[in-house]
């Protein structure tokens, strides 16, 4: 598992990082702000910070260089930036970044480049691109789903959902477990019948019989897991 911070005022940079790893265990979290990424950055330690120029109150050049200089995080720094001219990369690596990822970022192109990222953590790599049960097929690479080699088309919650259980067969995850990991809700603050409607929509195009699944089970009163040996 590994933790990630994205600090940009920009959704979108957010958006892209957690969706290059949809379904693993990693943790991506995101500040707007440069300050709070400071606070963010000294509490949890993460393994990977993304830093974006756009950072309110705080230039991503400065904030990458406190972070390398003052903090000296043993975090790797990646700065995002929306220029790719020499110029603007030498400062980048002089502030401290170890990499540099140019805008617009596209989900397969951050995908593996996560990868080549992971590889210098040696306790969070990503996870193989394509698992498959019995007749179930999941490519994460491709966000696509096959069951008996048939695309079903899955929303991202759906897909999220399900990644996140396959790569975990077998272990219970409560609701809040799950609010937390796949929606990222604060503990306490998601709604259980966003899981149970989301599980059922699964289920629905998933399973030969959803009432009696045979991959996403119910532990009843304990919550759900996926059944099935990976392969």
Known sequence: MARMLVVSSEMKDFQIV?????????????????????????????????????????????????????????????????????????????????????????????????????RRIPHAELEQDRISVGCLTLDRTACSVYVKNRAIQLTPSEFNLLNHLMSNPGRIFSSEELLRDVWNYHPGTGDPAIVRMQVMKLRNKIEQNPSE???????????????????
Do not use: W
């Open 213 to 231: 699944p045979s991959f996403l089970q119910t532990v009843y009163r304990h919550g759900y897991r996926f059944v099935g040996d990976i392969g």
């Open 18 to 118: 957690q969706a290059a790893v949809i379904g693993e265990s990693h943790f991506v979290s995101h500040t707007t702000s440069g300050l709070q990424g400071v606070k963010l950055a000294q509490e949890t330690l993460p393994d990977i910070i993304f830093i974006s120029n756009r950072a309110e109150d705080l230039d991503g050049l400065s904030l990458c260089e406190y972070l390398r200089y003052n903090l000296q995080l043993p975090s790797l720094l990646v700065m995002v930036q929306d220029e790719n001219s020499s110029e603007s990369r030498v400062a980048s690596y002089k502030a401290g970044a170890d990499d540099i990822v140019t805008k617009p970022m596209h989900l397969t192109e951050m995908h593996h480049h996560l990868k080549a990222l992971m």
